[in-house]
């Protein structure tokens, strides 16, 4: 049996450059409007980092284009059916619930037809929220900070999904110590999880 159930996280650690990594990631939230299993789910970034991050995925993120994927201004399609827009929905709602904060997005478009859901930054999910222990499979960039160690492992081991994970570092002993660690089928260091 293989697990291949896609949340494996995208940590940022404290050496990484905010405005060359963000493209990465985002494109990895945002590709196929998120339904890939390898996409970028759940961000762990080093408290020092979180708010130069974040700014510059709001940068990408206000970029995307949604609309009809046959045309060319197109740069994020629709989600594939009812459930996936209910399973956003419900992720969101429950990470709000518990504390995270919607910087953009976070609901359907209403101004498209059919299951468009917006392209969404949230920022301060919690441990025991549903975007950090299950597959969201949507247009989704949420973001939490650690201070320590010791803090990010706790949030990436309380999911038991690891299709793939990432590690942003300039040092290749730290990107090797984190890789190595990750319960995924593969890590990637500094590029795209896709």
């Known amino acids: 049996?293989?697990?291949?159930?896609?949340?494996?996280?995208?940590?940022?650690?404290?050496?990484?450059d905010p405005a060359r990594i963000a493209p990465a990631i985002a494109s990895c939230c945002y590709y196929h409007a998120g339904q890939?299993?390898?996409?970028?789910?759940?961000?762990?970034v080093e408290h020092t980092l979180k708010e130069s991050l974040v700014e510059e995925l709001l940068k990408l993120t206000s970029d995307v284009k949604q609309g009809d994927?046959?045309?060319?201004?197109?740069?994020?399609?629709p989600q594939n059916n009812a459930a996936v827009v209910e399973e956003?929905?419900?992720?969101?709602?429950?990470a709000v619930e518990k504390g995270a904060k919607v910087l953009t997005g976070g609901k359907?478009?209403?101004?498209?037809?059919?299951?468009f859901?917006?392209?969404?930054?949230?920022v301060d999910y919690s441990i025991d929220?549903?975007?950090?222990?299950?597959?969201?499979f949507g247009p989704l960039?949420?973001?939490?900070?650690?201070?320590?160690?010791?803090?990010a492992w706790e949030m990436i081991e309380a999911c038991d999904l690891g299709l793939v994970s990432s590690v942003f570092t300039q040092d290749l002993n730290r990107a090797f110590k984190w890789a190595e660690r990750m319960r995924s089928g593969i890590s990637v260091v500094n590029d795209f999880t896709n």
Do not use: Q
């Open 117 to 122: 859901f917006e392209p969404t930054v949230l």
């Open 36 to 44: 890939v299993c390898s996409s970028t789910e759940r961000i762990l």
């Open 108 to 115: 359907p478009n209403a101004e498209l037809p059919g299951f």
């Open 141 to 151: 960039a949420p973001v939490a900070s650690f201070k320590d160690e010791e803090e």
């Open 69 to 77: 994927p046959w045309d060319k201004a197109t740069t994020m399609g």
């Open 88 to 94: 956003m929905k419900r992720h969101v709602a429950d």
């Open 1 to 16: 049996l293989m697990e291949l159930g896609g949340n494996g996280p995208t940590v940022v650690l404290d050496d990484a």
């Open 129 to 136: 929220s549903l975007i950090n222990k299950e597959e969201s």
